[in-house]
């Protein structure tokens, strides 16, 4: 399917960016993984992993000067959003400029012709209302998205944006999932962590596994219409109550030890509309991989990893 096309993964040492670059030299792509170092990364027949800091412009302008990718999906920058309220500056950095140093490389080189598509968030706050945001990681992904479009408008750049849902599986996240399994799997161990914090029960999201998503990114690049934001999900939601229920019809504990509300106070406001994959089922692309098999999946990891605790 990929024939040998050059597929540049930045962000390829984290959760998702595991997943891709697996998937897609299973898919028959030549995979460039940028990453940050390459200790602990597994060998990977079809994946070349390449060493660079996103925030260094002369060093992205190496990298797509010696790879030359036909397509770029760029996965890389920060996520958390409690930590970005104490280092707002650097989550601008790292999702804002980061992206604007690989699409000024590809422009430098003229390779207007390379697909490139943008990992986004639906933890925006959108630009309809830019005085309102919720948090430094919306504001930064905001910004990200908005010049991603603008910068591909203005130098003829072949730019999609995807904004995923809430993506599970086994793998380092640090996703309410992970967390959730990880506190489970103490809890198996024997182990008194303490109590596990939603912060809302009734709170629904979508949620997504991220080997599925993967396989979306991998249909965007090759059919995605350039300048459209694509919603990844699976189309149905379930309330973080539900979640925790699900969770406990996979493991022998009777006491999950889960309390409703925040310690840190502030619920994280996502749309209030449901995500609906109908953009990405046109083009052929539906959700595959069963929710229970997912979630056990991820319970696995970390009872298998031996790093459950904290």
């Not at 707002?88 to 804002?96: F, V």
């Not at 010049?147 to 130098?155: C, I, Q």
């Not at 962590?193 to 993967?214: H, K, T």
């Not at 379930?238 to 406990?248: I, N, R």
């Amino acid at each position: 399917m990929g024939d040998g096309a050059g597929v540049l993964v930045t962000g390829a040492g984290g959760f998702t960016g595991r997943h891709a670059s697996r998937r897609l030299a299973a898919k028959g792509y030549k995979v460039f993984a940028l990453v940050r170092s390459e200790a602990g990364l597994p060998v990977i027949e079809g994946v070349e992993y390449l060493i660079c800091d996103l925030t260094d412009k002369a060093g992205v302008k190496r990298i797509i000067d010696q790879t030359q990718p036909q397509f770029v999906l760029h996965l890389g920058g920060k996520n958390s959003v409690p930590d970005s309220w104490s280092e707002p500056l650097l989550y601008i950095e790292s999702n804002l400029m980061t992206t604007l140093h690989l699409l000024d490389a590809l422009q430098a080189f003229g390779l207007r012709d390379t697909r490139v598509l943008v990992a986004g968030s639906r933890l925006k706050f959108g630009l309809e209302r830019p005085l309102h945001p919720t948090h430094p990681y919306g504001l930064s992904k905001s910004l990200q998205e908005a010049a991603a479009l603008v910068w591909g408008k203005l130098y003829r750049l072949d730019v999609m944006i995807a904004e995923p849902g809430n993506l599970i599986g086994a793998g380092p996240s640090t996703g309410i999932c992970s967390l959730l399994a990880r506190h489970i799997v103490r809890l198996e161990r024997g182990e008194s962590p303490p109590p596990f914090f939603l912060s809302s029960g009734e709170a629904r999201r979508d949620f997504l596994d991220v080997r599925d998503a993967v396989d979306a990114y991998e249909i965007l690049l090759r059919k995605g219409e350039v300048g459209e934001v694509y919603p990844v999900c699976s189309g149905r939601e379930k309330s973080l109550a539900e979640l925790a229920e699900d969770f406990a019809k996979l493991t022998e504990v009777s006491d999950l030890n889960i309390q409703i509300g925040s310690p840190s106070g502030g619920e994280l406001l996502v749309s209030s509309e449901p995500l609906l994959p109908e953009a990405l089922g046109a083009l052929g692309w539906r959700a595959s991989l069963a929710w229970e098999q997912s979630l056990l999946e991820v319970l696995d990891y970390y009872r298998k990893e031996g790093s459950a605790s904290s």
